[in-house]
């Protein structure tokens, strides 16, 4: 079976659409948590990785610590391990509307969100 462009303009579309989502819903989650961050504290999304979108704390400008991971591609959220890596296990999906809708709601500054329960 092969595939025809139109069949491949198609999917490459969905691929873009699902991407911008990830990143206008990591911006949206940013903008939960400096609801509730200390004066002087910030939230900026990064994309440079090539797997994962790093939000990043930042205190009076600077980036000072990694506060989660955004899977590219499928949009889970990840309490970070290290600075290099997320942790094993998602704790919340951005495409998926309960889970982004509970994420959004129980987003706090300092990450206790982002812990298994």
């Known amino acids: ?11 490459q579309t969905a691929r873009n659409t699902i991407h911008l989502n990830i990143v206008k819903y990591g911006l949206m ?16 999304l990064n994309s440079e990785g090539r797997k994962y979108h790093k939000i990043y704390m930042c205190i009076n400008g600077r980036r000072d610590s990694i506060h989660a991971f955004i899977d590219k591609k499928t949009g889970d959220v990840f309490k970070p391990a290290s600075v290099k890596a997320p942790a094993k296990h998602a704790r919340f999906n951005l ?12 987003a706090d500054w ?3 969100y982002l812990y298994l329960r």
């Open 1 to 11: 079976m092969s595939t025809t462009f139109a069949d491949f303009a198609a999917e």
């Open 29 to 44: 989650l940013c903008d939960a948590l400096q609801q509730t961050a200390p004066d002087g504290y910030g939230y900026e």
């Open 95 to 106: 495409l998926s509307i309960t889970s982004r809708e509970e994420c959004f709601a129980r």
């Open 110 to 112: 300092a990450g206790g």
